[in-house]
């Protein structure tokens, strides 16, 4: 079994990718977690249920870079990263999961050994809506009390936070096109408008040994456990809204235009905005 690696800012369908990603696993008898293998799913359904983000959080392999070091992100904001062996860690684990920008992590220790990474990225400006909808999220207020956040409202007024969430996209996207070569790009977009073909193109990287029938059956398993119904009734609270056009109606005028000044270069890059004429 291949092990795979993926990245994407956060609200840009890294927990669609990852359910993709892993079911296709658990089909071909593959999926290892180390988060399960190394008794951290126990400690995480214990001390801290209330917290994750969606069902799978106990399998999910989570990590990221903090001063050159790999880390596993628990869910407690005391304690948020465990330092630990990126050996063990990656040998324990067949799909990895993290929200860093990919030049921290893609000459690391360990990381020659992953076979496949994907990048998923999607419109910055419905990534915007969808951040400040999460952020007042319960699971997420007791996760992170430091945010001192009260309503949907306030945050949709804070030009801060705007600010601070499109200049993080941009230098997330402009590390993927940096590291360009090393990734096979994912669009949230295409996962939703075009599933059956994207998932077709992301198996091929994943098995690409299989038969033919071997690779439908898988295909249309995959298919039906990503329902976007099936996931929402899952995660209720993760998993928001399946039509790519809500946010239109969601995002402050004053909030548009400061994503668009900010990551235009980016947005004209993936096509997200037509080209400056």
């Known amino acids: 079994m291949r092990r795979i690696l993926q990245t994407g800012f956060p609200r840009s369908g890294n927990t669609l990718l990852w359910k993709i990603l892993s079911h296709v696993q658990q089909q071909l008898g593959g999926f290892r977690s180390f988060s399960v293998g190394s008794g951290f799913r126990q400690v995480k359904a214990f001390y801290e249920k209330e917290k994750l983000i969606h069902r799978e959080d106990y399998e999910v392999d989570k990590f990221s870079m903090v001063d050159g070091a790999l880390t596993y992100v628990y869910p407690n ?6 330092r630990v062996d990126p050996e063990l860690f990656l040998g324990g684990s067949s799909l990895l999961f993290t929200h860093d920008i990919p030049s921290l992590f893609v000459d690391a220790t360990g990381f020659d050994r992953v076979d496949v990474m994907f990048y998923v990225c999607r419109d910055p400006r419905p990534v915007y809506v969808s951040l ?54 994912v669009r949230y977009e295409s996962l939703i408008e075009e599933k059956a073909a994207t998932l077709r193109r992301l198996l091929a990287k994943v098995a690409p040994d299989l038969s033919p029938e071997c690779a439908t059956r898988i295909l249309e398993s995959t298919m039906a456990v990503t329902d976007f119904r099936a996931m929402q009734e899952a995660s209720p609270g993760h998993v928001r809204k399946g039509a790519l056009d809500a946010w239109t ?8 235009q400061i994503v668009e000044e900010v990551a235009g270069d980016e947005m004209r890059a993936l096509g997200y905005l037509e080209a400056a004429g």
């Not at 909808?133 to 804070?158: F, N, Q, T, Y």
């Not at 109606?249 to 548009?256: F, L, M, N, S, T």
């Open 132 to 185: 400040c909808h999460h952020s007042v999220r319960p699971a997420i207020l007791k996760l992170l009390p430091s945010m001192k956040i009260a309503s949907l409202d306030e945050v949709m007024r804070r030009d801060d936070l705007t600010l601070r969430w499109a200049e993080r996209w941009k230098r997330h996207v402009e590390s993927f096109f940096d590291q360009r070569s090393r990734f096979e790009l």
């Open 77 to 82: 904001e005391d304690m948020r990263h465990v």
């Open 249 to 256: 109606k969601e995002i402050p005028d004053r909030a548009r």
